[in-house]
């Protein structure tokens, strides 16, 4: 269901941003300054709303800053030198400080309150750091280690969606939706160990 969500709003963005990132271009903005402010917004975003829980307008900004991730991949298309490795690693990179932040702001959160649901929310952020890793060590060893029940897309959208409905009072949403990270990021953190295990034999 999150895969064939993503699927039609990730196109369906794209063509409503890129004559923005057109004029974005012309303006002298680049995609790694794009990439690096979204990034700062929803850092800053969820480390200083999510903690004071303000769950719901932190959401908001960060979905609003997030754009910027699909923003900076149209811009460095567009560009006349296309992507660059250092754009792309700049990116991955930033990504996992991203997608971290917006637990750890939940962790915060939970733990002023001594919420019994931390841990949980720490396994969420666990395996979202294991999954991308898995991946990059398996390139590294000449194996293509994408896919799994769950990838980035659809974890964050899994992820900001109970935050949000949280933050608008509707009970155990919070719970259900870090439940559900948790597993969904622990089945494909073992699906990409054994698919690595299955092509190294």
Known sequence: ????ISSVFKPMVTRVITPLAKVAMRAGC?????????ALGVM??????????????????????????????????LSDTGTTAWGGFLDSTIDRLSDSAILIGVLIALDTSKDRL??????????????????????????????GLAERTERVMLGLTA????????????????????????ITVVQRIIFVREATR
Not at 30 to 38: E, F, K, L, Q, Y
Request: aromatic share 10%.
């Open 1 to 4: 269901m999150w895969q064939m």
């Open 30 to 38: 680049t995609p790694n300054g794009v990439t690096m402010v979204g």
């Open 118 to 147: 931390l841990p949980i929310v720490l396994i969420a952020l666990v395996t979202g750091m294991l999954i991308p890793y898995i991946r990059a060590k398996a390139e590294s060893l000449q194996i293509n280690c994408s896919g």
């Open 44 to 77: 800053v975003s969820a480390l200083y709303f999510y903690p004071t829980k303000h769950f719901f307008l932190g959401t908001v900004l960060i979905c609003i800053f997030s754009l910027s991730d699909l923003f900076d991949g149209t811009m460095a298309r």
């Open 163 to 186: 935050i949000g409905v949280h933050g608008l009072g509707v009970p155990y949403s919070l719970a259900i939706g870090m439940w559900v990270l948790a597993i969904v990021g622990t």
